[in-house]
């Protein structure tokens, strides 16, 4: 199944820089998220259907928090922290945090926390 298209591409490449702009500069599913709701707002619109499987639409509808203080911790599902003992919630957040120091984005979970966490990022 293919998925719906974007039919402007200047109104979408104006909104998802609006979006990262208000989000810190960086690419994230919340900008994203802002980005379409930007798109929608200046008129833009799709062709196609649209997936039942949107990642960013269950995205949405799951409850995300950080794990500890916003900026030095993960951003998981409510239940996928609830799984995790303290001390997995501190090596997930420690792995963050040393990642985020040498300028990395995107920092993998150890492999253990990342097998236990693994079905509720994806429910």
Same mark, same amino acid.
């Given at each position: 199944?293919?998925? %719906?298209?974007?039919?402007?591409?200047?109104?979408?490449?104006? %909104?998802?820089?609006? %979006?990262?702009? $208000?989000?810190?500069?960086?690419? !994230?599913?919340?900008?994203?998220?802002?980005?379409?709701?930007?798109?929608k707002?200046?008129?833009?619109?799709?062709?196609?259907?649209?997936?039942s499987?949107? $990642?960013?639409s269950?995205?949405?509808?799951?409850?995300?928090q950080?794990?500890?203080?916003?900026?030095?911790?993960?951003?998981?599902?409510?239940? %996928?922290?609830?799984?995790?003992?303290p001390?997995?919630?501190?090596?997930?957040?420690?792995?963050?945090?040393e990642?985020?120091?040498?300028?990395?984005?995107? !920092?993998?979970?150890?492999? !253990?926390?990342?097998?236990k966490?693994r079905?509720?990022?994806?429910?």
């Amino acid at each position: 199944m293919s998925t %719906a298209t974007k039919r402007d591409p200047k109104k979408w490449a104006a %909104a998802k820089a609006r %979006a990262k702009a $208000k989000m810190g500069g960086k690419h !994230s599913a919340r900008a994203m998220q802002l980005a379409v709701k930007y798109y929608k707002d200046s008129g833009g619109t799709y062709s196609g259907p649209k997936k039942s499987e949107n $990642k960013l639409s269950k995205w949405s509808k799951q409850d995300w928090q950080y794990a500890g203080k916003k900026g030095e911790s993960r951003y998981l599902p409510k239940k %996928a922290i609830a799984s995790l003992s303290p001390s997995e919630r501190a090596a997930t957040n420690r792995k963050k945090r040393e990642d985020t120091a040498k300028g990395k984005q995107f !920092s993998k979970q150890p492999k !253990s926390i990342a097998n236990k966490t693994r079905r509720y990022r994806r429910a």
